[in-house]
């Protein structure tokens, strides 16, 4: 039934007919169970001590109230389909943004499909916990799942579909960073100058804005030519580009000035050539004889950086981080890097 006015809630028991009469959407509520809810409502309300009148006028309140909050209850949702609804609502992120987010809903769903499976309004801090804690992955994935969820039931409580978020009170321990050293500098020297043979000349541009912009190699494949100012000497990385969707300028210092002029390349279209990932494991392959670390370039960028200008602030801005902790705990490493390298390192053409 829609129930209209107050007036109307509070006649709408009378309909029925005396005790054994259909009310409440048609279930019959026998003498019994009548007077049992009328003394419930009677102790919540004041009890005893009230007049007549008084506790009348205290019940009326109360289902009038009570009838409210009904009215006004969140839609009954799993946490599957809330997920649902927010990845289609991620039509505008990048296309690896939303892979990702399905990837990782898609193996909860296979995982603990019981807490997916749950009401939004029956999930809380402590089942939450239980089951990201039954899936087997690393600690930094189980926080990645963490957030992405936190993300969903924030997207629910928006479109009030729950009343609160028990993933905001859920933290994992942040994992061990690992240390990622820079390459040495006979690799970083050899790395160089086989990007330099015919082969792999297109792989100069990435090379360089990575090596010495500490553009991450997500980032790198979406930059364009325009987005490199030669006039103002700043690589603008924009929030489409960026891992954290802020926009960011990084100084065009005159080594990577130098090395993008040497390279020859046409400055059109985007950065990284045609078939770029076979390209560069090609280069790297045939640079190192060890395995590849992800951002390993961005890791000496930021070594080379700080032992060069020890200017922890404005290397802080140019990497895109929101505070000082990453930078510190997992970038700046320096091992095996001299003071003499860091100059050469900087100096144009100098490698």
């Known amino acids: 039934m829609i129930l209209g006015s107050d007036s109307e809630i509070l006649s709408e028991g009378r309909r029925g007919k005396g005790h054994g009469g259909k009310g409440c959407g048609g279930v019959r509520l026998g003498a019994g169970l009548l007077r049992r809810l009328g003394l419930e409502l009677s102790e919540l309300c004041g009890g005893p001590g009230l007049s007549e009148g008084e506790l009348l006028r ?10 409210r909050e009904l009215r006004g209850a969140p839609r009954v949702m799993s946490l599957a389909q809330a997920a649902n609804a927010c990845g289609e609502a991620k039509v505008q992120r990048r296309p690896r943004t939303r892979s990702e987010f399905r990837s990782v809903c898609a193996r909860l769903c296979r995982e603990v499909p019981d807490l997916m499976a749950m009401p939004l309004h029956e999930l809380t801090a402590d089942v939450c916990r239980e089951a990201l804690e039954r899936v087997r992955t690393s600690d930094r994935q189980r926080r990645k799942m963490r957030t992405i969820l936190h993300g969903v039931v924030a997207f629910a409580l928006r479109r009030g579909w729950c009343r609160r978020n028990p993933l905001q009170a859920l933290e994992f321990p942040a994992p061990r960073e690992r240390e990622v050293a820079p390459l040495e500098w006979a690799e ?55 891992k954290t969707g802020g926009c960011r300028h990084v100084s065009l210092l005159p080594v990577l000035e130098a090395w993008l002029a040497e390279c020859d390349a046409e400055r059109s279209g985007r950065v990284c050539p045609p078939n770029w990932e076979r390209r560069w494991r090609r280069l790297r392959d045939a640079a190192l004889q060890r395995p590849w670390q992800q951002d390993v370039l961005r890791h000496t960028f930021a070594s080379y950086h700080a032992k060069y200008w020890h200017d922890f602030a404005r290397l802080q801005a140019e990497m895109g981080h929101r505070s000082a902790s990453l930078l510190r705990l997992r970038y700046l490493s320096m091992r095996g890097v001299t003071a003499r390298q860091a100059e050469l390192f900087w100096r144009a053409r100098a490698l």
């Open 58 to 67: 205290c019940c009326r309140e109360a289902m009038v109230l009570g009838v």
């Open 188 to 242: 970083l020297r050899r790395l160089l100058r086989t990007a330099r043979l015919p082969m792999h000349r297109p792989c100069m541009p990435p090379l360089g804005l990575m090596l010495w912009a500490g553009v991450r190699p997500a980032e790198v494949c979406r930059l364009r030519w325009e987005d490199i100012d030669f006039e103002e000497r700043v690589v603008v990385i924009r929030p489409m580009q960026a």
